[in-house]
């Protein structure tokens, strides 16, 4: 079966902001199959995915899907990336989590982890 877990990200300026994360438990063992998400803005951030301490993947925002409408919505693209696969099994204990690398402009995530109970 496929499951999902929502997440938020704030963004704060020349800052690196991570959500809550996704966990492995020695109850629900899981597997991390991808990503959704979507941007608030395009400010040139940088969307980062991390297990513990090492650092996935690393992504500039505006390859990032965003739903902003700008006069003649320009950035409503089907081109951009709305999911990022991962396919990443996580050791009991072990967190998954998503940043946003903010410069001088916040931009905000937000999302929904795809992954699987293991044995189930």
Known sequence: ?????GFRVTGV???????TGLESTEKEAKTLLSILI????YKGNDIEGWIEKGKVFDIPDKLIDTDIAA???QYRSGV???EIPVNADLAIGERFKI????????TNL???????????
């Open 1 to 5: 079966m496929i499951w999902h877990q």
């Open 13 to 19: 300026l020349n800052s690196t902001i991570f959500d």
């Open 38 to 41: 979507q941007v608030s803005d």
């Open 71 to 73: 006069g003649t919505n």
């Open 80 to 82: 951009r990336i709305n």
């Open 99 to 106: 940043a946003i690398r903010c410069g001088a402009d916040a």
């Open 110 to 120: 937000v999302g929904a982890y795809v992954y699987e109970i293991k044995g189930s």
